[in-house]
């Protein structure tokens, strides 16, 4: 069984920066792939970065790229999202998304490729 917790949403203005975490408790193996998506009322979820725990292979959505930075403590099993230069079109909820296998990673844009989910965490970003 694995837990996610996400932390660090709030509202900021356009141009400003947060930093999201995700902790990770339970059996998440010793490879595993992490993700973060965003959704926002009446869209589809959207992938917007992916990390493999085991090596340096990271994914971020060309909309975010440039400004958001992943980063995975693998001691704390703490997995960081940092994003700068926020915009309006930002504003979403943000889950974490966990599985135990790292291959999953290759598809890492697919939110049906994840098994575990975190509850979100809400970013507001206005103009």
């Known amino acids: 069984q694995v837990h996610l917790r996400e932390v660090g949403g709030a509202s900021v203005q356009a141009g400003g920066s947060l930093r999201l975490q995700c902790v990770a408790s339970?059996?998440?193996?010793?490879?595993?792939?992490m993700a973060w998506f965003r959704q926002t009322p009446g869209q589809e979820r959207e992938a917007v970065a992916a990390?493999?725990?085991?090596?340096?292979?990271?994914y971020y959505a060309e909309s975010v790229k440039d400004r958001f930075t992943i980063s995975l403590d693998t001691s704390e099993k703490t997995m960081y999202l940092r994003m700068k230069n926020l915009k309006p079109e930002d504003t979403a909820m943000y889950y974490c998304?966990?599985?135990?296998?790292?291959?999953?990673?290759?598809?890492?844009?697919?939110?049906?490729?994840?098994?575990?989910w975190g509850q979100g965490t809400q970013v507001t970003v206005s103009s």
């Open positions: 339970g059996d998440t193996t010793n490879r595993y792939c």
């Open positions: 990390l493999e725990s085991g090596g340096d292979n990271k």
């Open positions: 998304a966990l599985d135990t296998k790292e291959a999953v990673c290759s598809t890492w844009y697919r939110d049906r490729v994840f098994r575990e």
